[in-house]
């Protein structure tokens, strides 16, 4: 057990009660809520791996919009990672955890709620941008995407590895978070701000584009891509939209968190809760992409289908040895193959 760990966990409370209704297992604590988080960053991973490899597959998405939402499909992709990790080193095994590989452990959250939040950012400036000058997306210009992504990231780590670098209160302990006991307040405080920035300056860019498109609709509809940006623009405000509804609570929590003295705020120990729904931005993004956009939506049924339908024929291919029972097997499996068969060809057909 580490002594520094255990001291701030004890200052702050953490400790209290911490087994109730949890089950030691190979030294995880698990539960019904950890089984769900698994569960649910399980699929968080896929769906996002889908989302990257449609892009990757599909050259018409290789253009500058398309390349900044693979990077906030790769941010959501590494959350899921990052909460298993997470997760998975809870529990007990926090109090046998060296502080700095607590710091490793909660700094890849921070890594991963920055770079979603300043892709998001990105995002809007992009299409900000495209809005204002009204021309189609020039290749030639994609070293300045890979720039600004480099940038998200850089500036996203640099975050995270803040606390690690000598801002943490290991030798103030009045001065630690409850929800994160080995953070500063005012670390915790300056996270909030930026964010609370970010999102200020994403809703200030939408509010504008909104504006734009209204006073110049006729002209966009000259365009031949205006369906196609429009699309865009709805997919991009609807996830700013989820990833305000899902953030805001944790960031009102930790906002509490800096306010308060330490065990005089009980909701400071539901953060679990919270946690949840910020969790769940990164679920819905990928299913927010395949609703609002119908490019998207072909390729990303037309990459399920092809790997279902694949799947499907490996198992009712012909055997080496053939026999009745699996003649049985074979028949009772046409069915299915049909439905999957017509329900997939015009995805598989249809040009993305």
């Known amino acids: 057990m580490n002594k520094q760990i255990y001291i701030h966990y004890n200052y702050t409370g953490k400790l209290e009660n911490r087994q109730n209704g949890k089950i030691t297992a190979g030294g995880v604590t698990l539960d019904a809520k950890t089984i769900v988080f698994l569960i649910i960053c399980c699929f968080i991973i896929l769906e996002n ?3 990257l490899v449609a892009i990757w597959k599909n050259h018409k998405f290789h253009n500058r919009m398309y390349f900044f939402i693979a990077n906030l499909a790769l941010c959501d992709l590494l959350a899921g990672v990052a909460y298993i990790v997470n997760l998975l080193m809870s529990g007990e095994k926090t109090l046998h955890l060296s502080p700095v590989l607590w710091f490793v452990r909660e700094g890849s959250m921070f890594v991963a709620l920055g770079a979603s939040t300043f892709s998001l950012l990105a995002i809007a400036i992009e299409r900000h941008l495209t809005m204002i000058k009204m021309r189609p997306y020039d290749a030639n210009k994609n070293y300045r995407v890979f720039l600004l992504i480099g940038t998200c990231w850089l500036i996203a780590i640099s975050l995270g590895a803040l606390p690690i670098l000598g801002w943490n209160c290991l030798d103030n302990l009045p001065d630690c978070s409850t929800v994160l006991p080995l953070y500063t307040k005012k670390y ?3 996270c ?4 609370m920035a970010l999102l200020l ?6 509010i504008r584009i909104y504006m734009l498109v209204r006073t110049s609709s006729r002209k966009v509809t000259k365009h031949s891509n205006s369906e196609h940006s429009m699309t865009l623009l709805r997919t991009v405000i609807i996830v700013v939209g989820v990833f305000i509804a899902c953030w805001m609570p944790i960031f009102v929590l930790l906002l509490i968190d800096v306010a308060c003295e330490h065990r005089c705020c009980p909701i400071l ?3 679990d809760y919270f946690i949840a729904l910020a969790v769940l ?3 819905m993004n990928p299913v927010i992409y395949t609703l609002a956009s119908r490019e998207m939506r072909r390729a990303f049924f037309s990459l399920v289908c092809g790997c279902l339908m ?3 024929v490996s198992s009712s291919g012909e055997p080496n040895e053939p026999n009745n029972l699996e003649h049985s097997r074979k028949a009772q499996n046409v069915p299915f193959a049909q439905k999957l068969i017509s329900f997939c060809t015009p995805m598989c057909l249809r040009p993305c």
């Open 49 to 51: 791996l889908i989302v």
């Open 188 to 190: 915790v405080a300056f």
């Open 192 to 195: 909030i701000i930026i964010f």
């Open 201 to 206: 300056a994403m809703s200030v860019l939408y």
């Open 269 to 271: 120990y539901k953060a």
């Open 281 to 283: 931005n990164s679920a």
């Open 310 to 312: 694949k799947g499907n």
